[in-house]
């Protein structure tokens, strides 16, 4: 007799408590966690006919909504982050790698693991791809030192050096 009577009281306290625990998890603050982003900036250009084949950029002219890929590769080889961005009205470049993960914080890092290449000029007469800082095989990364801060937000910025296309029609007067 005395089980069944600790056994509800057991149910019936329970039963008064539960809310009680709900309440309590509502009213405790909630961390919440700075979110830290790597984005990749550069400019990309449509290099003059008369500084063709070298890594001057006068006279160039900055190519907007051309596509631009960053690719990083984690230690092992393996490409472990691919996506194509699009440069603004000024030819520039941000590019948030939104679900970039290092496996290795110092073999993985974007310094050592991502490069930059121009994939596609809007301009149909400057589409050539330019070597210029590499991109040909893809330019690779420093980093300036650059941050942006939000109240949740922090993003980490790593530059390429700008890159460019070249106009067809004078690599043929070139060559």
Partial sequence: MATIHF???SILLLIVAFPYTEANN???PKTTEKKTEVVVESTLYCQSCEHLGTWSLIGAKPIPLAKVSVTCN?????VSYYKVFETDKNGYLYAPLEGFKMENYILDHPLHSCYVKPIWS???SCNLLSNLN???NG????????RLHGSKYEAVIYAAGPLAFCPSKCAQDHY
């Fill in 74 to 78: 984690s230690h092992k080889g393996h």
């Fill in 122 to 124: 809007p301009i149909e």
């Fill in 7 to 9: 056994k509800i009281l």
């Fill in 139 to 146: 330019a690779s990364l420093r980093f300036e030192n650059k």
């Fill in 26 to 28: 509502d009213n405790v």
């Fill in 134 to 136: 590499y991109g040909l």
